[in-house]
């Protein structure tokens, strides 16, 4: 792990919760899936955007945690039996393989509460309280129903069906683009930034998140299980039609390609030069976990 991951990795552990209590074993579900490893990319991307913006405050610290707390609880929710039903997660046992379908469930609920929780900390940390409060209201809304929920629920409602590519784009828009698109506006936002310049920061997020979630499924048909940390084929075994299964597999590089430069181009346009931010999307569509 480099210096830089493991700062981060150190700044969002801090915020888990600490407290000893009779539902103990829950805590210990919920800070197993955080911990286990994982990117950080949602965390990586409202920081750099922050700083993109000029922003120096403590107050991205709770959003950074909150955010990766919902992303965790999102990868251990879409484990579950009833949904990928996946055994393998960040390179371990997935949370309900490790503590029970019951606690994968419990875990899930309780990352995605505590999560708000968190974030309602940058209230305290704060002169500008109601940016604080913007910025929980596009977490909220981009987690839920207009968004990655609203993507898994129709994911899952068209499982063995073949969607159509208006559904398809729907899917990958929501279920994966809509937090990266609340990772960068938060990031954006905290700073101060509004109208059309966060517009540009939403839609450079949303062709950060649907390059991402293509070569999500790239990697699902060509990585390698132990290098990924993940379960590999698993569309295939849900029966899931994905972007390369809808239009191959060189239609899904290229379009991997001209989404980064799309993304890289709205960065360009970021009031701060931000070469830590343009390298991290520049190397997402060549990644290999
Ligand atoms: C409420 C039962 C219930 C389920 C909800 C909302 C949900 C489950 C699932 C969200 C959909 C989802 C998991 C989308 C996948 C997005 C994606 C590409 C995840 C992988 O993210 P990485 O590669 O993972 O950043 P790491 O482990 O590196 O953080």
């Keep these: 792990m480099s210096d830089n991951a493991a700062k981060l990795n150190e700044r969002l552990a801090a915020f888990l919760p600490q407290e000893a209590s009779q ?13 286990a490893g994982g990117k950080r990319l949602r965390p990586a991307l409202m920081a750099m955007t922050y700083a993109a913006f000029g922003g120096r405050g403590p107050e991205i610290g709770p959003f950074m945690a909150a955010i990766e707390m919902i992303h965790t609880y999102s990868l251990v929710h879409d484990d579950l039996p009833c949904m990928d039903n996946d055994t393998l997660r960040r390179g371990k046992p997935t949370t309900w393989s490790a503590y029970g379908e019951d606690f994968g469930v419990l875990a899930g609920d309780a990352l995605l509460t505590y999560a708000f929780e968190t974030a309602a900390k940058a209230f305290g940390m704060t002169d500008d309280p109601a940016r604080a409060g913007k910025a929980m209201a596009i977490l909220a809304r981009k987690a839920g129903l207009y968004g990655m929920c609203g993507g898994q629920a ?5 499982t063995g069906a073949a969607p159509s590519a208006d559904q398809l784009d729907f899917i990958y828009r929501n279920k994966t683009g809509a937090l990266i698109e609340a990772a960068m506006m938060i990031g954006a936002l905290l700073a101060g930034a509004d109208g059309e310049a966060l517009d540009n920061v939403e839609k450079a997020a949303a062709a950060v998140g649907y390059a991402f979630q293509i070569e999500d499924d790239i990697l699902d048909i060509t990585a390698d299980e132990a ?45 701060l030069p931000s070469p830590e931010l343009e390298e991290l999307v520049a190397g997402l569509g060549s990644r290999r976990k």
Excluded: C, Q, W
């Design 154 to 158: 129709l994911d899952v409602l068209l």
């Design 227 to 271: 290098e990924l940390g993940k379960n590999v084929g698993s569309d295939e075994k849900n029966a899931k039609i994905t972007y390369v299964t809808l239009y191959g597999m060189a239609a899904a590089k290229e379009e991997v390609h001209r989404l980064t430069a799309e993304a890289l181009e709205r960065i360009g346009s970021f009031p």
């Design 23 to 35: 539902a103990d074993r829950l805590r210990e579900a919920m800070n197993y899936s955080f911990t």
